[in-house]
């Protein structure tokens, strides 16, 4: 099995309380992987231990055939697995295109550039990709909600990542924007990019994405195809209470 | 202001340049209009504060940094100078360069041990680098003086007029390399640091790294406008490390507006006229400072570059996005 | 031997001293989160507070220790409710802003009083020979009154109900708010607090050190390496590196030389954050 990240068994603890158990995930290039669970699971945890931002107790955590567990995060993010985040980092007093110039310096992303190339047509490719061309001057702080969401991942995009982590990214967005956003990961996934999602909006979920793992208080239940995880006795009990779909 | 051809394009390029030759102009005109030795000896201190103002911005009014102890590479390097002069005979155009290298060989072993520190750790660090240096010195012996310090060394040019143009030659150089180094992506990222380091790191950037390459240029700039100062002075004292040093940098830039090389610019020029005219006043004078930079921080947290801004903005009609 | 109990004695009067001062720093810290520059100031307005009371004034003792303590710490919970409160979310700022009020209280004593010490008369005169030592009686009540007041603070914040709402605010602000506790309230009150504390270390401390304009700096600097070492926001920590200090610093000065003993802390903070940034007693946690 060609898997290109490979979660071994992670676990974090945090003072008296087991956030994340045994956790384990093989995803393969191409895969379009979905994380459910409800509020608390863990799943953000689990988003924090692989990309660096948080040391597992224990586990390892393998990308590409290399043992990423040490590693900090612009390390993570140099070797091509990136992240969004949930409540949406992004650099405030920026123009949106400045935003997405400065991942485009990165070690990496400076390597993928053709030489001779500027940072900021590349960014401004990136802003295209997502829609947000015609705001590429117009400061964050200025931008509507659904447009940061799309700037955060053109953002992420622009690190050129062989997996693209997904933090929440429908949450907080109006039926419009959440239209737009699905449509943008449709594509991404149609053009190859390997993405994990989080999600607690199952509805806008299930409908993209191929195979779906469930936390619930830091340990996996249940893996398998949207169909399935639906039908899974264990999920419905973790959500029963909690009928936001 | 609406293709972004336009940002990154030569038009913008050509107003920059046009504003910092108009700049140049001025200084090196000045002396024709300028003739009381008095007031060239007051305009040197005004370019030796720019030097410093605007090396500090690098580092700090970009990244968030604030360093406490920028006089630890400015008195490290007029002592190292003094004591080149005095012992071994060097003259200025080798100690400012060893002045330079000096202070930037420090900021490398200082930078790389606390730049990954956070904030206020940071600060404090600085800070005590700079307090020991002074400490160290006031209870030097004879070889360093003490707290008399060193006389005796060799002036740098050989009249007011020519130590006016020299720092101004010196300023404007450093004025040019840390503009365009502040709009160079370079600066970007720097900047990027100091709005959101997460973000940052997560977008990919070694922000250790950038942090610490920019603390040893502006530990390289201060270090060398340290020994010049010396020269000029020709005397070094422990005061030259003293924190209040330190401390009336930072507020020439914070009052003239962090994070961009011009308003330190400002700052200093206006602070250190300021700081003569009330000579008389004494000790009431680091009252109506201190006043001034809370003023500053309330009412024009930008610093005076804000109010500059926003003024020739209303001047050009151009309604936002970047003036210079 | 009477070098090693020199050093002893010193040290502890010296460490319950930094203690006064060191436990409100942290206290503020762990509280409110924000770096008071202007604590030392605290320091020294007792400290003239005290000259103004007792020397100029002739108030007795007693009375003006407590006007000159109240007076502090309602000058500590106005810097706060009217300078840091707007800022609060910009530490940054907050730095500058508190130093420039520290700046300013200076200038203000360099105006008053200008810039040669002002003296004031030990509280008790005379004093007692221990084992070959002489200790002014001065600095051995100072010695129990800042063990007392550490000891009523750590009383007041572990045992006491408005002690215990302060401290879960330094550990929660957002569930503290759930639970009815006001932060505002326990921010300004923590501030008053510390100022006090600062300022009796002030007022019992003027008799031995003359004040000054600029004996702001030196507890500030202090209080913030003790700080550093003992783990930011820990009341504990705090006490035992204000001990760590006194004695650290009186050995180096009886040993070596009264200069260095100056470096001692500077040199504490630089080793402490560069090589254990937690604090030398926390538990390895940095918010």
Redesign the interface.
Known sequence: MNSILEIRGISKAFGGLQAVRNFDLRVREKDLVGIIGPNGAGKTTVFNLI?G?IRPDGGEVWFKGENITRL????I??RGL??T?QLV??????TA??NV???C?????TRERPKGE???RVA?EFLEGVGLASR??EQVKNLAFGELRLLDIA?AM??QPDILLLDEPFSGLDVEDAAVLSSVIQKMHQKGQTMIIIEHRLRDLLKLVESVVAIVFGEKVAEGTPQAIMNNPKVINAYLGDRRE | ??R?ED??GPRMFYRRLLGLAIFSAVVLLAPLVVEDPYYRELLFLCHYYVILASSWDLLSGFT?N?NFGHAFFIGGAGYTGAVLNLNLGWQPWLTLPIGGITAALCGLVVGT??LR?K???F???T???G??LY??LM?SSKFLGGEEGLSGIVPLTDSPLGNYYLSGLFMLAVVFILYFISKS?FG??L??IG??E??????????TYYKVVAFIISAAIAGVAGAMYAHAQMHVGPEMAHDSLS?LI?MMA?VGGMGSIIGPIMGAYLLTLVNETLRFMG??R??I???A??AV??FA?KGLLEIFSRAIRRLIGQER?KVI | MTTLLSILVLGTIWGAVYSLIAVGFTLIFGVAGI?NLSHGAFYMLGAYLAYTFMTLLKINVPLSAVMAVVGVALIGMAIDHFGIR??RER???V???T???A??F???M??IYG?YGKPVQSFVGGEIILGGVHISYQKLITLFVAAAFVALLWFFIKKTKTGKSISAVAQNKDAAILVGIQYEKAYRMTMGISAALAAVAGVFISPILEAV?TMWAFPL?KA?AIV?IGGLGSLEGAIIASLLLGYSETLVSILI?A??S??VY??A??LV??LR?TGLLSKGRRS
Not at chain 2, 198 to 207: L, M, P, V
Request: hydrophobic share 50%; with cysteine.
């Open positions: 990309t931002f900090k995060p612009f390390q993010v140099n990136c992240r985040f980092d992004l650099f405030k007093e920026m295109l400045e110039m400065i991942p310096f990165s070690h990496r992303a500027k940072a900021w401004m590429f001057n953002r622009a690190t | 202001m609406n972004y940002l990154f968030g604030i041990v606390t520190l904030g206020p750790y600060a404090s660090v800070f005590c680098f307090a020991l400490k160290w209870v992506s970007l990222i900047r990027s709005e959101n997460t973000a940052s790191e997560g977008s990919g950037i070694n922000t401390a930072l914070v000790e009431l680091l009252l400072y201190s006043g930079v809370v921080i309330f947290p996005g | 770096i707007p800022m530490h940054a700022y730095l500058i802003l130093l420039a009020f700046l300013f200076q200038e203000l360099y105006g810039p304009p600097f913030f550093i030389s200069n260095y100056d470096m500077l040199i903070i630089i954050l560069v940034p």
